[in-house]
């Protein structure tokens, strides 16, 4: 074969866009990293592509696996492109799109409030009794009779709940 | 615009100052993983550590970047890590000590979690004052990394801060055990507010923060904690650590000793 890949011309852009929608998180296989907010920007740069990604926590392990699967995704369409981290603005779980929400529903895991209805974020300037996260929905029953087993779950962006009507632990994306 | 060298000096230090405060309490609290007083606390802290080392890489590879700038061999996150002895870290002392308090010669101690938890919201009660003052800083990348901390330390502070409250307001015993964990680590914090070349010269530049002026800030947040928490701010006074400025507890380089000792006996080593 002696095609030698070009980078994409502008309209193209939206083809790229469409390839890395089957970048999924490594974590969260239901979810694509665009849905996250983790995938950024697709751009050209000096007629080389780049693909602008952002971590979700400071020391996310998934950074690495992902910055490989976009590249082994191009790859495998003959394209080859520079994955840059970025870190401002700092990402945020408000990014999420409402189909990731739903999905991750489905999943088993309850999505996170936005910033705006949650008190969790920059609690220091609020009195103490107004700490608490809102009330959080039991992704299997929908009940709100819930409560938190644990600030942490099993990764950094996840809290431990339990439903007190299904009895069914699962777990909350923490608003971020 | 090329920095002087002196000036570089102090602005990589100050770098090197907020990522080994980082590294060393992450590698300190991971002591408990697979060794948790319960489970999810056990995934808490390992949690929190994975935090704080990926803080400490961000601004380990912001100041490899910083140095291999016109340097004839590129400095790297690693190198800063794992192959710096104990007197080149500038981590405040508090963040090094085991987790027990203070023992005779030759005694053992098993760890103590009230210690833990003390430390941890004496740490976090400032970090989510200075982080949030750095989303400022002129350093447009530690700008960065300030405004993602910034957001893991909240959870770390609310995490310390529920457990301190429910070790003071617990049972004779845990009070106790918080109370004396509060006495052995409070005078620690004193090295907070003592000024630095490294500190004066970020404020100067506007890059950083001295820790000094967040006090009156960090006084309401702990009292507030400690008095919902039955515990008593014991006084002031005594040694002031200088852990910043390198001058360590003997605890540090046992610490080093563990976390640096693969990387130096294999230093190619890759997986």
Not at chain 2, 120 to 130: G, I, K, P, R, T
Not at chain 2, 240 to 257: A, M, R, W
């Amino acid at each position: 074969m002696n095609t030698i890949a070009q980078p994409p011309v502008a309209s193209d852009l939206q083809d790229v866009w469409a390839l890395l929608e089957t970048v999924t998180d490594p974590e969260i296989p239901v979810v694509s990293i665009r849905e996250l907010g983790i995938l950024r920007d697709i751009r050209r740069r000096h007629g080389e592509l780049e693909i602008v990604i952002t971590p979700t926590y400071s020391g996310c392990p998934a950074m690495g696996q992902i910055e490989d699967d976009v590249r082994a995704t191009l790859q495998a369409h003959s394209l080859t492109a520079r994955v840059v981290t970025q870190l401002a603005p700092a990402w945020t779980t408000d990014w999420m799109t409402d189909s990731a929400r739903t999905r991750l529903r489905e999943y088993g895991i309850a999505p996170p409030h936005t910033l705006a209805a949650s008190n969790v974020v920059r609690f220091t300037t609020k009195p103490i009794a107004q700490h608490a996260i809102p009330a959080v929905a039991c992704p299997r029953c929908d009940s709100e009779n819930t409560t938190e087993t644990s600030h942490f779950g099993s990764t950094a962006c996840k809290a431990l709940y339990r439903c007190l009507d299904c009895m069914e632990p699962f777990d909350l994306f923490k608003p971020h | 615009m090329a920095a002087t060298g002196q000036a570089m000096n102090a602005h990589t230090d100050y770098l090197l100052h907020l990522a080994d405060n980082a590294l060393v309490l992450g590698q300190r609290n991971a002591e408990w993983c697979g060794h948790g007083p319960i489970l999810e606390e056990d995934i808490a802290l390992a949690n929190m550590s994975l935090d704080l080392i990926g803080q400490a890489r961000l601004l380990y590879q912001h100041v490899a970047t910083l140095m291999s700038d016109g340097a004839t061999e590129a400095v790297t996150e690693d190198a800063l890590a794992y192959f710096r002895d104990a007197a080149e870290f500038r981590n405040y002392t508090l963040l090094e000590l085991p987790h027990h308090g203070a023992l005779a010669p030759g005694a053992a101690a098993e760890r103590d979690y009230a210690t833990t938890i003390v430390r941890n919201f004496l740490y976090s009660a400032l970090m989510v004052l200075l982080w949030e003052a750095l989303q400022g800083s002129k350093d447009t990348q530690l700008a960065a990394i300030a405004a993602k901390s910034l957001k893991e330390v909240h959870y770390h502070l609310r995490h310390s801060r529920d457990w301190l409250v429910r070790l003071g307001d617990g049972t004779a015993e845990s009070h106790t055990k918080a109370q004396a964990a509060l006495n052995h680590l409070m005078p620690y914090t004193q090295e907070f507010w003592t000024p630095s070349a490294m500190e004066t010269a970020a404020t100067q530049n506007a890059t950083g923060v001295a820790a000094a002026t967040l006090q009156d800030a960090w006084n309401s947040l702990v009292d507030d904690a400690l008095l919902e928490a039955t515990l008593a701010r014991p006084p002031a006074g005594g040694y002031i650590p200088q852990g910043k400025n390198g001058l360590h507890s003997e605890h540090l380089s046992y610490l080093l000793g563990e976390m640096q000792g693969l990387a130096r006996q294999h230093p190619e080593a890759t997986w």
